[in-house]
């Protein structure tokens, strides 16, 4: 098995507890919120179970840069500025940004991030070590 | 209303684990009918007490910055759930993780060598945006960790005593 499935089957081995979903139902483009109903309260559970099943640290800066809304120049009115979505996408290269682009509320940030982000994060964690 | 589901902590190490006790007697109001004539304490305040040992542990090694709130309970497993008036229990938490956004914490529950429940529960410790919540009223939250006797266990990541900012003044 090639290292990032070994990684999927592990991410969906974490998603399918704590999100009661079946095996079948996480696929690499599956977003957390919408398609697997994660609350960020899951995502901060499965952080931490990520980083126990992989031995790894990981910052939810990482998956979710929220440090950008703290900076008028990245963010105006609870929304991204074209800016903000420029840094946004450099933080997380892997993420499609096409349909948050439409509406780039704060509140909708965590609805992008996919199961191949997380795949992605942990691949680029591995690697480093 | 008084919410106090631990008696008092027995062992506290900063950030890492805490140990309290309850003891069930049959003066607490609900057991009058929980059920009637027939005293059970209930899951969902062992539980709470549960929460109560590990939040304040995450508070103490947040140092009371956060306003930390039970966010999720993943696992919990009773094996044992007639827990009657004179029961002391014991509960335990295991701090997993200690981050800005959250904490996790294995926990754990005995009546003497038997073991009555475990599993984890994971915190959030929320954010700007909740500033003008208040959790707990000026220094309420102070004299709950001193009533339940943190400043009289607990020691700090070197083992030292930890010192109640009381004293400090």
């Given amino acids: 098995m090639a290292t990032n499935e070994k990684i999927f089957a592990t991410i969906q081995e974490v998603l399918v507890e704590s999100l ?14 919408d398609d697997l109903g994660a ?23 990482e998956l979710i840069p929220s440090s ?9 009115d609870g929304k991204l500025t074209p800016d903000g979505l420029e840094v946004l996408q450099s933080k997380l290269p892997n993420a499609d940004l096409e349909a948050f682009k439409a509406n780039p509320l704060v509140q909708n940030i965590s609805k992008i991030l996919t199961v191949k982000d997380l795949v992605a994060v942990v691949e680029s964690k591995l690697e480093q070590q | 209303m008084n919410w106090y589901w631990i008696d008092r902590f027995t062992l506290f190490e900063s950030g890492k684990r805490a140990k309290a006790i309850k003891t069930i007697t049959r003066a607490e109001g609900h057991l009058r009918d929980h059920f009637r004539f027939h005293p059970v304490a209930p899951a969902s305040l062992i539980i709470e007490g549960l929460a109560q040992t590990a939040g304040l542990m995450f508070n103490e090694a947040t140092n009371f910055e956060k306003k930390i709130v039970l966010g999720k309970i993943p696992e919990l497993r009773f094996y044992q759930t007639e827990i009657v008036p004179g029961d002391v229990l014991e509960y335990t938490a295991i701090a997993e993780y200690v981050k800005e956004e959250g904490s996790m914490a294995e926990v754990s529950v005995r009546r003497g060598e038997e073991l009555v429940a475990e599993g984890v529960l994971v915190f959030a410790h929320l954010g700007s945006q909740f500033k ?36 400090n003044v």
């Fill in chain 2, 132 to 167: 003008s919540k208040q959790q707990f009223a000026d220094g309420d939250l102070q004299d709950l960790v001193r009533a339940y006797g943190m400043y009289d266990v607990g020691v700090d990541a070197n083992g030292e005593p930890l010192k109640d900012p009381a004293l």
């Fill in chain 1, 39 to 61: 609350e960020s309260i899951d995502l901060l559970e499965i952080i931490f179970n990520i980083e126990k099943k992989f031995n790894i640290h990981i910052d939810r800066e």
């Fill in chain 1, 20 to 33: 009661a979903v079946d095996p079948d139902e996480v696929e690499e483009n599956s977003t957390l919120v």
């Fill in chain 1, 68 to 76: 950008l809304f703290e900076d008028a120049k990245y963010c105006q």
